[in-house]
């Protein structure tokens, strides 16, 4: 399971790995790449929230778009905010594992198994000979098929074995868990439209400090979060909100161990504050804040049904362009991207920033990866659901023979032992990046 993520932080895109073994639907743990700041967009009119941000998918939030000048995933600083990011991704795992659960048992395939995370099993309970479960790793589920058990005491021959039925029939089992996902963000979005509402925001000069990290260069030197930073070296910040984060961003990567001169509004008063950044291991200049657009965010409800429908209609579609897009320059790019490729414990504090600066912004979050996690799903890939919708199409193109048995669980062997592998490093590369661990190290 691939996703895309792009409404919630500097600028970034998030991908989930879909992994599953023949007869067993799984979702995997996650990745999430970054881009440019540059791709966030703010427009100051009303708009939609990929219009807002500007992300041809790949960057974070919407409501109320982060850029760090040192984004080290302080979102796992909020413990809240961490369980509420867990929530939205196990919840889109469900419906994704759901939607083809659905599809076997409504057209009597035998199913054996539906799990919510991976590892040591918490808690469970049988019914109808289908064991549900609650696993200790909330990162991913799968859904279970007897096909290959051999402890199962159903024939071979069975009919009802999803290995045994029509190639359509199996068709729409694995595409079930994409449109399950699809449906889910139409629904996410509409609720955010009706119950929220469209944020319509306006700009002005300069960019806010929403957070100073303690004992942080920025802290030392005095600037405080609530801050609007107006220019920096003397340059005015310009209201054209991409431009004016990004600006700060780079004059502090630029100047490790220099002083920066920082025009500030506090409290309606005007100070100059000179700051000078701690250096990273890889030699770029950090000052411990979170940066903000200048933006005032009001929300704007649909007057009437048909109207809320059109600005779901449009933002999801939006949206879908956007991670589409992004997907597209991630292959273009890989060669600078492969680097900035990260796990589920990123895509976690990506989401738990998202949490913890705006709840709304979960609406977002959860849009994105279930749009992400459908687009990505139908990738022709070994351990994707595209890549077990193109065996059925080489198996109808072969005139209903199939591969051999052993080819076809090379193929998808393979593919879960890439992914897994992928998963585990980028965990653990993903962790050791995370702010509270630097400070640790």
């Known amino acids: ?8 932080s500097p600028s970034s895109t998030i991908r989930l790995h879909h992994n599953k073994p023949k007869h067993q639907f799984s979702s995997l743990p996650t990745s999430y790449s970054s881009y440019p700041s540059s791709s966030i967009n703010f427009l100051e009119k009303k708009q939609f929230l990929h219009e807002k941000i500007g992300y041809p ?5 919407k409501f109320k778009t982060l850029a760090l000048a040192d984004f080290g995933f302080g979102g796992f ?14 919840a889109i795992i469900v419906v994704h594992e759901s939607g083809h659960f659905l599809a076997a048992t409504l057209q009597g395939i035998h199913v054996s198994k539906f799990a919510v995370g991976f590892g040591p099993i918490l808690a469970k309970f049988n019914a109808k000979n289908v064991e549900y479960s609650l696993r200790a790793f909330p990162l991913g589920g799968f859904v279970g098929f007897p096909d290959n058990d051999p402890d199962s005491d159903i024939p071979v021959d069975d009919v009802n074995l999803l290995k045994n039925r029509p190639i359509l029939d199996r068709v729409l089992v694995i595409s079930a868990g994409v449109v399950a996902n699809i449906i889910f963000a139409y629904v996410i979005i509409f609720a955010q439209i009706v119950f929220v509402g469209l944020p319509v925001q306006e700009s002005f000069p300069g960019v806010i400090v929403p957070e100073v990290r303690p004992f942080s260069a920025a802290s030392r030197d005095g600037l405080l979060a609530g801050d609007v930073i107006l220019s920096v070296n003397d340059v005015e910040l310009p209201k054209t909100i991409p431009n004016s984060v990004s600006q700060v961003v780079d ?12 025009k500030i509004n506090r409290s309606g008063k005007d100070f100059l504050i000179n700051v ?22 009001l929300k704007d409800k649909p007057k009437d049904v048909l109207e809320a429908f059109s600005f779901t209609g449009r933002e999801f579609w939006g949206l879908t362009f956007n991670v589409v897009d992004s997907l597209k320059q991630t292959f273009l790019n890989f060669s ?6 990260s796990g589920p414990v990123a895509i976690i504090a990506v989401g738990a920033e998202v949490a913890k600066s705006n709840v709304d912004g979960l609406y977002q979050f959860a849009a994105i990866l279930n749009i992400n996690l459908a687009v990505i799903n139908l990738l022709p890939l070994p351990a994707l659901d595209g890549g077990s919708l193109a065996l059925i199409l080489v198996e109808a193109i072969r005139g209903g023979r199939k591969l051999p048995l052993e080819v076809e669980q090379g193929i998808m062997s393979s593919g879960i032992t890439l992914v897994f592998g992928l998963g585990l490093f980028l965990i653990i590369r993903d962790t050791l990046n995370l702010d509270f661990i630097k400070d640790l190290l």
């Open 77 to 90: 600083e909020s413990a809240q905010s961490v369980i509420e990011a867990v929530s939205v991704l196990t």
């Open 57 to 61: 998918i790949g960057n974070k939030k």
């Open 276 to 297: 000078t950044p701690d250096q990273n291991v890889d030699g770029s200049g950090r000052i411990g804040v979170q940066l903000a657009p200048n933006v005032k965010v």
């Open 1 to 8: 399971m691939l996703t895309n993520l792009s409404p919630f």
């Open 336 to 341: 600078q991207s492969a680097s900035k490729v």
């Open 251 to 262: 004059v502090i990567k630029k100047n490790p161990k220099s002083s920066v001169l920082f």
